[in-house]
C-alpha cells in the first residue's frame, strides 16, 4: 500500500506575545491509500494545527519552520500558492468542524458547487450542474436542494453538503477535523456512516481529527496519540484497544465508557494540559503520569518504533516492553 501523504518531523510555531509556542513538534506519520488514520488528544494538543500545515491555511502568527509534507510523494512546504491551488480539492480537501466555515453564507449551494467544480475542470455550466446534482445525491440530499443558501439547510445538511463538495473532483485525501462535533449525536452517526459509505465506494484516505476517543475508535484503521504538540503513539485501533501503551494513551482510554462491556467509574486524568510557552522538562506529560520516574523529568523520550506502532515514552526501549509494568502499576492504583 503505497503512501498518500507522508509527514516528516513537521514542526510548526506560533509567535505569540508571551513567546515562541511550538503548537507541532517533530509530527511524523503517513498513511496509506484508502487508509483513515485518526488524530486524537486534549484541546490544544496541535491537531489543527497539523491539519492547517497539511492543508496550507495556517494563517501568520502560524508559521511551518520545519519537516516535510509530502502528498504522493510530490513536497508541500515550499509549492508555490499557485501550485498548491491545483491540488486543492483535487487532490487534498479539507472539512472543518462548523459547515459554515466551509460553505460561503451568501452563495447558493449550486453555485458553490459549481465554483468548485469549473475552477478544476474544462466542463460546460450545464455539466457542471448535473455533477452537482449527482454529488449532492451521494450525500442523500435532492437536487432541488441546490438552489437553497446554506441558512436554509440544517446542520447535518450542511455538513453533508460541504462532504459533497470536499468529494467533487476526487481527491486522494481528505481531511475531516472535527467534522461532526458541531452536530447532535443521530446526525453526527448518519454522517459517519455516509462518510464511511463513501469511503468504500471511492478509496480515498482520510485524516480524521476528534478530541472523542471513543468515535475514533470505531471508524479508525490507525490512530495518532497527540499531546502537547508531539505524537506520543501510534498504532492499529485493535492494538490501541487491547493494549495502549503510552500513559496518556490509556488515560484517554480511561476518561470515556467503553464501548462495549461492563460499565466502569471513569478515572480521567488528573491535571491539566501544559502552557506551550513554557513547557515541562524532559517528557512533556510527566506531570500528569502516574507512572512517572526521575528520567521523564530530565529526558524527553525518544520514539521507539516496533511492529505494535510507535511510542514515545520511557516506560519502553531500554529496558525491554514497560507495558508488563505499566499494567501490574495500574492494578495497584486501583
Ligand atoms: N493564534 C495563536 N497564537 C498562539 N498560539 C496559538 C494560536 N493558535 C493556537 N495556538 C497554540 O497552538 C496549540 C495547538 O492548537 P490547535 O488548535 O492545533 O489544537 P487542537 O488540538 O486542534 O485543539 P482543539 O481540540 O481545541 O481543536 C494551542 O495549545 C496553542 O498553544
Ligand atoms: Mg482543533
Not at 166 to 186: S, Y
Not at 275 to 283: A, E, I, N, R
Amino acid at each position: 500500500m503505497g503512501d498518500i501523504l507522508e509527514v516528516r518531523d513537521l514542526c510548526v510555531d506560533y509567535d505569540s506575545p508571551r513567546g515562541k509556542v511550538r503548537a507541532v513538534n517533530k509530527v511524523s506519520f503517513a498513511i496509506g491509500k484508502g487508509e483513515i488514520f485518526g488524530l486524537v488528544g486534549e484541546s490544544g494538543c496541535g491537531k489543527s494545527t497539523t491539519a492547517f500545515a497539511i492543508s496550507r491555511l495556517l494563517r501568520p502568527p502560524a508559521q511551518v519552520s520545519s519537516g516535510s509534507i509530502q502528498l504522493k510523494g510530490q513536497e508541500l512546504t515550499h509549492l508555490p500558492e499557485k501550485e498548491f491551488d491545483h491540488l486543492r480539492w483535487s487532490n487534498i480537501s479539507i472539512i472543518l468542524q462548523s459547515a459554515m466555515n466551509n460553505l460561503n453564507p451568501v452563495i447558493k449551494i449550486q453555485d458553490q458547487l459549481i465554483d468548485a467544480i469549473l475552477a478544476h475542470k474544462d466542463i460546460s455550466t450545464e455539466e457542471a450542474v448535473k455533477q452537482a446534482e449527482y454529488l449532492l445525491g451521494l450525500v442523500d440530499i435532492s437536487a432541488n436542494r441546490l438552489n437553497n443558501y446554506p441558512h436554509e439547510l440544517s446542520g447535518g445538511m450542511r455538513q453533508r453538503v460541504v462532504i459533497a463538495m470536499a468529494l467533487a473532483l476526487r481527491p486522494d485525501l481528505i481531511i475531516m477535523d472535527e467534522p461532526t462535533t458541531a452536530l447532535d449525536v443521530v446526525v453526527q452517526n448518519g454522517i459517519i456512516k455516509k462518510v464511511l459509505e463513501l469511503q468504500k465506494e471511492f478509496d480515498f484516505s482520510i485524516l480524521f481529527i476528534t478530541h472523542d476517543l471513543p468515535l475514533m475508535l470505531e471508524i479508525c484503521d490507525r490512530v495518532g496519540v497527540m499531546y502537547a504538540g508531539k505524537l506520543v503513539e501510534v498504532t492499529k485501533r485493535e492494538t490501541l484497544l487491547r493494549e495502549a501503551r503510552h500513559p496518556y494513551t490509556q488515560g484517554l482510554l480511561e476518561s470515556f465508557p467503553p464501548l462495549k462491556g461492563k460499565k466502569k467509574r471513569l478515572k480521567g486524568i488528573t491535571g491539566h494540559t501544559p502552557d506551550l510557552v513554557t513547557p515541562p522538562s524532559g517528557c512533556s506529560f510527566h506531570p500528569r503520569c502516574p507512572f512517572a520516574m526521575s528520567t521523564c523529568k530530565q529526558e524527553e523520550p525518544q520514539i521507539l518504533a516496533d511492529n505494535k506502532g510507535i511510542v514515545a515514552c520511557h516506560l519502553y526501549g531500554k529496558e525491554g516492553d514497560g507495558f508488563e509494568q505499566l499494567q501490574a502499576a495500574s492494578e495497584g492504583n486501583q
